[in-house]
């Protein structure tokens, strides 16, 4: 019998067949039965995945190729580090603040003494484990309220994997506004190797609409200072952008202004993070999916990387499903501004999640490490059968917990919007196929690695840019 969670749509007069994990895609005119797909799809080599038992388990299915990934497996790569909860401006969708604020807890300064203490545990971990690329972000608040604390980490971390401290090679990532950033501090940033992401929303109007200084003045002008100044002295920065209302409302002026004047590598265009017990100003997300797609359709022309968009639209193009959609799903610690170690940047302050542990070791012992490393759509109640499910791998954890008040299910925004890409992808493939098919008289045609790749546009498959590997981490093709 046929794969039961093939997923059917229709095009004019030909009917498209899209198996959500392999990522196959049959075109067959007309209104073909069951038994003609099987044969078809055997035909065309397919029949591993798309022709099973009538015994077929899904359950020992997925298993099987969930065995081979890092499903389930706690294997720390990834240090989130709080330099900082502190920060100059007062943006209204701020994650780490407003959470702060209505957990009680006040803002303040990681200490030398407990940031040295983090990367030396650090350390010892990823001596422990199998040698790998490492990841070191440092995150705020604004880091650069930090400076020293910050700068002094840096030159210990690259002391450090001099002498193999890491087991591997470090990558540092620097998050921060942009507004602080001094010529000193793009030097010492080029010669120390760190990327760095500047927070800038498209043009000033739509970014002075909520990335505010305490006084309620735009921060546009100093953000995009501060990103010139790192590009003239040679450092690697991008720009990450949240998807606000009056982003989707400015798109093209928005997009422009990143392909013909500021030009970074790549973007960021981030959906919102749900906030903890109070609403997001203007959080209309689920009602401008259509502009979201249009910022992929625009980028895809232009030649921009948009992450967050790419991580749905690689799997596609590479024929690899997205296992998991966060680093916190087994890969990454994160550590507050007290050297405490937690599981989610969005739950810092919740001393539920928060322990100071002199062996992070003990991660892999933890009962919510664990719960969260085997959260994937794969085998969530729901998501199984959905026609995205190879490729969200979930969305954000803290999302869906405040949207759902359940670890095991998804994030909302991510699941719609993943959904919203697979349309267009076979859709996009479709106007590439079917002057093939109308030319050769075909009445049946598999989609080419060839074709899939017009799903780029002018895009390039990867970029040197910050966070590749993090992002890559959990795609696996199904073999």
Known sequence: MLFPYLYRTRFDDTLAFFHPLTFDVLFMKGEPDDAAVEETAALAGLSRHWCVEEDFSYDSYIDGFLSDTFYGRIDIRILKMFTTTKCNLNCAYCLIEKNLETRGKKCRNLSLEDAEGVIDRFSRLCRSQDRAKRTIMLYGGEPLMNRETVFAVIRKIRHMEKEDAFNGPVE????????????????????????ILISIDGIREVHDTYRRTRDGKGSYEAARAGYETLIRAGCTAVISSVFTDRYAENL???????????????????????LEE??????????????YEQAFLKAREEGLYIEHIMRRIRPLADKKIRVSDCGACGSRIVSDVEGRIGICEGLVG??????????YADVKKDPEFRRWSVRTPLKMEGCIGCRAMGICGGGCVSNALRQNHELYSPDRYICESSKMFTDLA????????????????????????EERGSLLGVLQRSFDIPLQTVSKQFEKRIR
Not at 178 to 186: K, M, N, P, S, W
Not at 252 to 274: E, R
Not at 280 to 288: A, F, G, P, V
């Open 172 to 195: 540092i990532d620097l998050e921060c506004n942009g507004t602080l950033v001094t010529e000193d501090d793009a030097v010492f940033l080029r010669e120390h190797g760190v990327f």
């Open 252 to 274: 093209d002026a928005c997009l422009s202004a990143m392909t013909q004047d500021l030009k970074p590598k790549s973007i960021g265009l981030n959906l919102f993070h749900v």
């Open 278 to 291: 109070r609403e997001i100003e203007n959080d209309h997300t689920m009602d401008l999916m259509d502009r």
């Open 350 to 359: 919740d001393d539920r999640y928060f322990l100071k542990r002199e062996d």
């Open 426 to 449: 076979l859709k996009i493939w479709w106007n590439t196929v079917k002057a093939v098919m109308e030319e050769k008289k075909e009445t049946v045609h598999l989609l080419s690695d």
